[in-house]
């Protein structure tokens, strides 16, 4: 009974949602309504064709009735996905899709054009060139002048730069990266802050299933000397190449990098197996944090080498360069932490008793209180910490009252440790009277008040924010008139 009340369900539900998801037009111009001119498809029809056709871009344009009650974003999507806009390794889709009753139009982009085609530049295009001619009645103009626009902008100098920069950004010969991923490397993993100058590396990426270090080293050499071409002002140059079968990898560097990288520049991922964060994405093929994981590790590398080459001194003495992980994994560093817990611990402690039990030789008490501490400060520094800064509080309260100071440490000489901190206990710290301390009734303070302000800080990370598209639509822009 329950699989037949199932079965009803996902058949009425799919009913619902077929009601609202039109035929896959069969031009890349459909007006269901009627308010373009022959002309005015006829044209779009042809240049469209002749942009997937020139660039693989396909790209509809779509005029219907109404939204059918439905909300304008996730319709227009629900329609990018039925209808499969664009190729699928390349998620090169774009639906321009308006409706006239309920006055709303929406853009959407693939993942593989978002870098040509921004959310801003189609906004801007459709504040200027689309949302005014509809205002007028006017949607020949407003859909051509739109849908122009776009055109020009895959076609343009812009666009041009962008593939340029994409196809070395990201060599993919095999196919290998799904435009999401390249997408990623190209907007997310391509910068890097390096240094004790805080300087920029560009990263660029090389994948293809098989060969060796060296063949992968050889592979790379035209890319490389393009990219050397193509950027010749970008100081500091990096990239990474990758076999996803035989799982070896490849690094080309600017010159001036290359003597503060002491891990090999080819050869197998095996020599990086005690990265674990590394070995388990090699494992799941994540190629996206493949890469990251070799940028890091080389990064690293080049952080800590610079450093040393700047300043060595500082470096042998233990003090941290620019980077936290090496405050952790830094021999020196370590080396320097241990000898201040000894000294700390061990040989401070030590140091005390010794002049302590020498001074108060006579004054079993105090040498028992010594032993004690030395053993706290050994086993429970922290304890042995708070009470030397009680004794040391209570002492500097002392010293604040007038009087004999000399006769103060003859009293305190007498009296011995033990006696001082039986005193110090007494009240609020005692008062001299005569040779002994003595604790006096009543003590008063002046009050003094302080005010403390809270400060919030903030920080925003600013990278690549992706909107959708593809098999998956979202990405581009909506607005009604």
Not at 126 to 133: S, T
Not at 159 to 185: C, F, G, H, M, W
Request: aromatic residues 14%; glycine residues 8%.
């Amino acid at each position: 009974m329950k699989q037949l009340f199932l079965f009803l369900f996902l058949f009425i539900s799919s009913l619902g949602y077929s009601k609202f998801v039109p035929e896959v037009p069969t031009a890349h111009c459909t007006d269901r309504v009627g308010v373009l001119q022959k002309t005015t498809i006829d044209s779009l029809n042809s240049k469209l064709q002749q942009l997937q056709q020139e660039t693989g871009t396909h790209f509809l344009v779509y005029v219907d009735d109404s939204l059918y009650g439905e909300n304008l974003e996730e319709y227009v999507n629900k329609l990018f996905n039925s209808w499969e806009l664009g190729e699928k390794d390349k998620n090169n889709g774009i639906l321009f899709a308006l409706f006239i009753k309920d006055r709303a139009f929406r853009v959407a982009v693939g993942y593989g054009l978002e870098g040509m085609l921004p959310d801003l530049k189609i906004n801007n295009f459709q504040n200027e060139l689309l949302i005014p001619n509809l205002k007028v009645g006017n949607y020949d103009a407003g859909i051509f002048g739109l849908t122009l626009a776009i055109i020009d902008q895959l076609n343009g100098a812009e666009a041009k730069a962008y593939k340029t920069a994409i196809r070395l950004q990201v060599s993919d010969p095999n196919a290998i990266l799904d435009e999401k991923i390249k997408n990623e490397l190209f907007y997310q993993e391509n910068e890097t802050r390096f240094g004790v100058d805080y300087e920029t590396i560009y990263n660029f990426y090389h994948i293809q299933r098989s060969g060796s270090g060296e063949d992968l080293n050889a592979q790379i050499e035209n890319q490389w000397n393009e990219i050397q071409n193509t950027y010749p002002t970008k100081k500091y140059k990096i990239l990474y190449a990758y076999s996803t079968i035989d799982k070896c990898y490849a690094i080309r560097m600017s010159p001036e990098l290359i003597p503060w990288v002491k891990t090999p520049l080819f050869g197998s991922t095996q020599i990086f197996k005690k990265d674990s964060y590394l070995q388990i994405n090699i494992t799941d093929s994540s190629y996206r944090y493949i890469f990251a994981g070799i940028n890091y590790i080389i990064y690293g590398d080049l952080q800590k080498n610079q450093y040393i080459d700047y300043h060595p001194i500082l470096y042998y003495l233990g003090l941290p360069f620019l980077d936290d992980y090496y405050m952790f994994h830094s021999s020196a560093i370590t080396i320097s932490l241990w000898i201040l817990f000894i000294y700390s611990s061990l040989i401070l402690p030590l140091t005390n008793l010794f002049v302590l039990i020498f001074l108060y030789k006579e004054d079993k008490a105090s040498r028992k209180a010594f032993i004690g501490w030395t053993i706290l400060n050994v086993f429970a520094p922290l304890i042995g910490m708070l009470l030397q800064i009680r004794i040391l509080y209570k002492l500097i309260k002392i010293l604040k009252k007038r009087g004999d100071y000399l006769k103060y440490l003859s009293e305190a000489r007498r009296l011995g440790i033990m006696g001082h901190i039986k005193e110090f206990n007494k009240g609020g710290g005692g008062s001299y009277s005569g040779s002994t301390y003595s604790s006096s009734g009543s003590s008063s303070y002046k009050s003094s008040s302080y005010s403390s302000s809270s400060s919030s800080s903030s920080s925003s990370y600013s990278g690549y924010s992706g909107g959708g598209g593809g098999r998956t639509g979202g990405g581009g822009s909506s607005g009604r008139w």
